[in-house]
T-cell receptor, first 115, second 113 residues
Framework: KAGVTQTPRYLIKTRGQQVTLSCSPISGHRSVSWYQQTPGQGLQFLFEYFSETQRNKGNFPGRFSGRQFSNSRSEMNVSTLELGDSALYLC??????????????FGPGTRLTVL | GNSVTQMEGPVTLSEEAFLTINCTYTATGYPSLFWYVQYPGEGLQLLLKATKADDKGSNKGFEATYRKETTSFHLEKGSVQVSDSAVYFCALDYGGATNKLIFGTGTLLAVQP
């Protein structure tokens, strides 16, 4: 089975711009979560989507948004970029069986640099 | 709230040394516990997991036991290799409708030949 894929792998933007990152989950996985990784704050949960609905959201401003499509692929968008948004953005997918605790599998990440 | 605390790094060891990375957690109920590893320039890879008390997760020579009485999930390996050099993250998750990992700060392991 192919793993979680993320595109693009690297991105350079300037302050004030917006950016869209893409994530394709493992085939059959229905839940997609997004995390931000920075040296100062570590790994922080952004949001999680299941069946095209956002079920959980972390403590991030409204500039961070996402969506999930019917094929479970997900995108996240950051508007009005700030220097502090520079980070590695990781996507994770899981099957989400109702009766067991799931395991999240991560993609390689998108490295966003804001200048 | 729920949280995970890991020992500060970096941990520097010689090849074939014994490794312990401490992890303790604070949580209500019965979360699942995980160790993820991140190699330079890469995303996170699942190393091992345990879903209930006294479970032992193991993979590639690494082991960790879910200790509810001490709220701990320490990572151990009997003989480390240079290729084990990476950052190790302890995490907890309730799964299901709260599918959200809470991570520790990570511990950098450097293994010298």
């Amino acid at each position: 089975k192919a793993g979680v894929t993320q595109t693009p792998r690297y991105l350079i933007k300037t302050r004030g711009q917006q950016v869209t990152l893409s994530c394709s989950p493992i085939s059959g996985h229905r839940s997609v979560s997004w995390y931000q990784q920075t040296p100062g704050q570590g790994l922080q949960f952004l949001f999680e989507y299941f069946s095209e609905t956002q079920r959980n959201k972390g403590n991030f401003p409204g500039r961070f948004s996402g969506r999930q499509f019917s094929n479970s692929r997900s995108e996240m968008n950051v508007s009005t970029l700030e220097l502090g948004d520079s980070a590695l953005y990781l996507c994770a997918s899981s099957f989400l069986a109702a009766t067991s605790t799931d395991t999240q599998y991560f993609g390689p990440g998108t490295r966003l640099t804001v200048l | 709230g729920n949280s995970v605390t890991q020992m500060e790094g970096p941990v520097t060891l010689s090849e074939e040394a014994f490794l312990t990375i401490n992890c303790t957690y604070t949580a209500t109920g019965y979360p699942s516990l995980f160790w993820y590893v991140q190699y330079p320039g890469e995303g996170l890879q699942l190393l091992l997991k345990a879903t209930k008390a006294d479970d032992k997760g193991s993979n590639k020579g690494f082991e960790a036991t879910y200790r509810k009485e001490t709220t701990s999930f320490h990572l151990e390996k009997g003989s480390v290799q240079v290729s084990d050099s990476a950052v190790y993250f302890c995490a907890l998750d309730y799964g299901g409708a709260t599918n959200k990992l809470i991570f520790g700060t990570g511990t950098l392991l450097a293994v010298q030949p």
